[in-house]
């Protein structure tokens, strides 16, 4: 198993670009995150889903949007990218939601200039 | 409101000496921790959890539900412990989210 793929690794964009990061997993699991990690700063969450189809909002999920249309795809939408959400990007995934584990995948650090 | 604290940014230690890599939470409920880790040029993963009450790498962690604590401790520190450390809390509800600390980077001299 690959685990949680991510592309890109990095991304410069310009502000006002648009862009999506791609998440993928092969693992069945039916919960999937999206974090945020800003310098010196914890793992935020932006959004999540629950299975195909359900997803639903994080803590920060403003200029963010997300899908769900299989169980494997998880992709984040940036539609108007602006410096505050230069950061580098977690996907993870889990089978369950009774404190199961998050598998992560390797990130995507994106710089919006 | 939910909070995790990692009151140190970087934790120096030498080799052979102990560790203890502080977590305190702010919960309100039945609380569920974990520690993750990232060494370098890796994902992040899992390291363990207090309901599984185990023994990863040499690393164990015990819930002090009076103190709120949940620190990371093991006695004699390697050079390939040194990473970064996350300690996470489980929200609770009807998803499995994690409320992460800011980290401690724990380097190990020779």
């Known amino acids: 198993n690959a685990g949680v793929t991510q592309t890109p690794k990095f991304r410069i964009l310009k502000i006002g670009q648009s862009m999506t990061l791609q998440c993928t997993q092969d693992?069945?699991?039916?919960?999937m995150y999206w974090y945020r990690q800003d310098p010196g700063m914890g793992l935020k969450l932006i959004y999540y889903?629950?299975?195909?189809?359900?997803?639903d909002k994080g803590e920060v999920p403003n200029g963010y949007n997300v899908s769900r249309s299989t169980t494997e795809d998880f992709p984040l939408r940036l539609e108007l990218a602006a410096p505050s959400q230069t950061s580098v990007y977690f996907c993870?995934?889990?089978?369950?939601?009774?404190?199961?584990?998050?598998?992560f995948g390797p990130g995507t650090r994106l710089t919006v200039l | 409101a939910q909070r995790v604290t990692q009151p140190e940014k970087l934790l120096s230690v030498f080799k052979g000496a102990p560790v203890e890599l502080k977590c305190n939470y702010s919960?309100?409920?039945?609380?569920?921790l974990f520690w993750y880790v990232q060494y370098s040029r890796q994902r992040l993963q899992l390291l363990l959890r207090?309901?599984s009450r185990e023994s990863i790498k040499g690393f164990t962690a015990d819930l002090n539900k009076g103190e709120t604590s949940f620190h990371l401790k093991k006695p004699f520190a390697q050079e390939e412990d040194s990473a970064m450390y996350y300690c996470?809390?489980?929200?609770?509800?009807?998803?499995?989210?994690?409320?992460f600390g800011t980290g401690t980077l724990l380097a190990v001299q020779p």
């Open positions: 993870a995934s889990s089978y369950t939601r009774v404190a199961d584990t998050q598998y």
């Open positions: 693992m069945n699991h039916n919960y």
């Open positions: 889903s629950v299975g195909a189809g359900i997803t």
């Open positions: 919960y309100s409920g039945s609380p569920e």
């Open positions: 207090h309901i």
């Open positions: 996470a809390l489980r929200h609770g509800g009807a998803t499995n989210k994690l409320i």
